[in-house]
């Protein structure tokens, strides 16, 4: 299943920061999307849960072969740092999240 970083980081962006704004998020996974992202939230907060397993197990893949030689080292490097980034995406999202249920749990009734 191949991950489209672009439309997760653009629904994230959009649920996190709200319509109409934009974040170097969407940039930084290959491009703007316009309104063209299809699926629920929770379809692409799934999607991004398992793109971080996804992007980890790349990683160790990479390492892997960096060490027996067979991958170059900037190969291994850049699965290491697209890992990162999408594990910082996660966090960031899920930050974002508790905060906005944080603000519900005060409201007054």
Do not use: C
């Amino acid at each position: 299943m191949p991950v489209e970083f672009a439309r997760i980081a653009s629904m994230a962006a959009g649920a996190v920061q709200g319509p109409g704004k934009s974040t170097g998020l969407v940039d930084a996974f290959g491009g703007a999307t316009g309104g063209g992202a299809t699926g629920t939230f929770a379809e692409a907060l799934g999607q991004l849960v398992g793109s971080v397993d996804q992007t980890a197990a790349e990683a160790n893949k990479a390492v892997v072969g960096m060490m027996d030689k067979t991958n170059d080292v900037h190969d291994a490097m850049i699965a290491l740092q697209r890992a990162d980034m999408t594990l910082q995406l996660t966090v960031q999202v899920r930050n974002k999240l508790v905060s906005a249920y944080q603000d519900i749990m005060r409201m007054p009734l």
